[in-house]
């Protein structure tokens, strides 16, 4: 069914030739006949022009029928004075021909400039037109709202007392059921209290309307997660007022240009009214206060080691979850999986209304395809309290079992002004220092492994894990739970934008995965014998020994970046294939932040 939706000039006059120039019949249920026709009939109804009237006191004379050659329709009608006639087609068919247009209730004689302004406004109506058509045949049904001008049958209380309305194809075959058999129109707001995160289960549903509502129908979780993207059709270009499930690119892609609402990326100002739900200020909010960290996913989880309170509550991607222990963690999905990132953003918000967390801190995708509407709600959320983490610095990690020849490669990145950790030796600073790192280790390993002066005995440690794996993965946890922090802490401290870390348990702590390239250096094992027993003046089985209780090869090669196998015969070539090796790693990092 078509309908009038926008028209210009003399309405009466106008509703009189959509009426007599038509083969459409007006009944007492509507007009009948072609839709076009039928949609000019009831229009010119709506403006008190009945055509069943208006035929006895105008009745046709003649006709010229539309054709494709001549793209007019043409009728002739008697009236008291003489007679009249009506035309309707093509703009530019019909505009070569006037010699005159009325305006203002005066007939005034036609020019070229007039002709070019009517045809103007007659291509951006239909270019509106054309892109609801376009948007409905790509995008329906799917998670796309239009903004189209609302008919007077629409009350204003479905629309917030605006002149506009959001129209909506669900894929959901529950809700469309529930359409199909409710037999009228359907308004469908949002299931959550104003202001809280957005339901994406039938469980959310009853937390928070149970005694507003009459009934839940559960149709499973949410399968995009955020709610539908809203366009608004009613201006040109067609603006982006809430991204959501269709990503921008694909509207660009279907319309053209699309501009974006500065309420998408910006809080907005006092007494600014929304266009559309999701702009308000701290929209999809939980209870704690939250921060938005942007940024590359590794530089932003290393920005939320540095500041994220002890009470602080955390969203971030899959890969960085281990770092956070202690703290309560929400995922949402790994870095580069933004269907995931969508389904789970909202549970995340609320989930943490059932902690006591003072804070939350929260990584953020970049902007691209989903990741619109996902950074949208979380700033939502945040009320645009936002902190960019991208800080320029490349942090390059560097493991492998000793003998390796690790030094060749961290001699060449001292030659590129990096500023080189050694997290060992940070650890074992730490055991001095932390107090939460030694309260960590008494827990797990008692009051034996501290010395009389209460410094902790790593060889009492050593000699508990050797034999015993679960002890073993243990330590290892509470290394990760406390070096990475503080290795973040001295990356952020430095002012070189640079930075080389040296561990040989870089992958175990989790200091791998905020580093923006992991090196695995390997050596033939008989290469690296001969290294430790030179290095350390040891015998040839305690050398061997050495070697065998450490991680073999293929597990450094199979879990890093980059494999620099250093088996060449002296120092020197050593570090000149390391120089090159270093130089081609950083050159790439910086092409790839680039693009």
């Not at 002709?115 to 406004?121: G, M, N, T, V």
């Not at 009320?383 to 000793?402: N, P, Q, S, W, Y």
């Not at 080389?500 to 695995?520: H, M, R, S």
Request: contains cysteine; negative net charge; aromatic residues 4%.
């Amino acid at each position: 069914k078509m309908t009038v939706v926008e028209h210009t000039g003399d309405t009466a006059l106008l509703a009189a030739a959509m009426a007599l120039c038509n083969d459409a019949a007006l009944t007492d249920g509507g007009a009948q006949g072609e839709p076009t026709e039928a949609a000019l009939v009831n229009f010119a109804a709506q403006q008190g022009c009945d055509k069943r009237r208006l035929e006895t006191l105008q009745p046709r004379a003649a006709e010229a029928p539309f054709d494709s050659s001549r793209k007019m329709m043409s009728t002739i009608h008697r009236t008291d004075s003489g007679f009249v006639q009506y035309t309707k087609g093509a703009p530019d068919e019909v505009l070569r021909r006037c010699t005159a247009f009325v305006e203002d209730g005066q007939i005034r004689p036609m020019t070229e400039e007039k002709r070019a302004e009517i045809l103007a406004e007659n291509h951006a109506m239909a270019d509106k037109a054309l892109r609801v058509l376009a948007a409905a045949e790509r995008f329906w049904p799917g998670p796309l709202t239009m903004i189209l001008k609302k008919k007077p049958c629409v009350p204003l209380r479905t629309t917030g007392g605006l002149e506009t309305v959001g129209m909506r194809c669900p894929d959901h075959a529950v809700t469309r059921a529930i359409i199909e058999k409710a037999g009228v129109p359907v308004a469908a707001p949002s299931a959550n209290t104003s202001g809280r995160p957005s339901c994406t289960t039938a469980e959310h549903v009853r937390e928070d309307m149970w005694g507003k509502i009459d009934g839940i129908v559960d149709g499973g979780p949410c399968e995009v997660g955020v709610e539908s993207t809203i366009i608004d059709l009613t201006v040109t270009p067609p603006q982006l007022l809430r991204p959501g499930g269709l990503p921008l690119e694909s509207l660009i892609d279907a319309l053209g240009e699309v501009t974006v609402d500065k309420a998408v990326t910006q809080k907005m100002n006092d007494g600014e009214k929304p266009r559309a739900p999701g702009m308000k200020y701290r929209h999809y909010a939980p209870k704690a206060p939250v921060t938005v960290v942007t940024g590359g996913a590794k530089a932003s989880a290393r920005y939320l080691l540095t500041h994220a309170s002890e009470d602080a509550g955390v969203i971030c991607f899959d890969e960085f979850v281990p770092l956070f222990a202690g703290h309560i963690v929400h995922p949402l999905g790994a870095s580069g999986d933004k269907r995931a990132q969508a389904q789970h953003v909202f549970d995340a918000l609320r989930t943490f209304d059932e902690t006591n967390v003072g804070e939350i801190w929260a990584q953020c995708p970049d902007s691209k395809g989903l990741g619109l509407a996902i950074g949208n709600r979380l700033k939502k959320a945040a009320g645009f309290h936002v902190e960019d983490a991208d800080d320029g610095k490349i942090v390059i990690g560097i493991t492998g079992g000793t003998g390796a020849g690790k030094t060749s490669l961290l001699r060449a990145l001292q030659k590129q002004d990096a500023c080189v950790l050694d997290c060992d030796r940070i650890y074992h600073e730490m055991l001095g220092s932390d107090e939460s790192l030694r309260a960590a280790l008494r827990k797990a390993f008692g009051g034996a492994i501290f010395r009389a002066d209460g410094s902790v005995d790593v060889h009492a440690i050593g000699l508990i894990v050797f034999h015993d794996k679960e002890k073993l993965s243990e330590l290892d946890a509470i290394v990760r739970a406390h070096v990475p922090r503080e290795c973040a802490r001295r990356m952020a401290a430095s002012d070189k934008q640079l930075i080389g870390l040296d561990a040989i348990k870089l992958i175990e702590c989790g200091l791998g995965a905020i580093c923006d390239a992991t090196v695995a250096v390997t050596a033939p094992e008989e290469v690296r014998v001969k290294r430790i027993m030179a290095r350390d003046s040891i015998t040839e089985d305690y050398a061997r020994s050495r070697v065998a209780a450490q991680q073999r090869a293929e597990y450094f090669r199979t879990r890093c970046d980059y494999e620099f196998v250093n088996d060449l015969p002296t120092p020197a070539a050593a570090e000149n294939a390391a120089e090159v090796y270093i130089h081609t790693i950083i050159k790439t990092l910086k092409e790839e932040t680039e693009r």
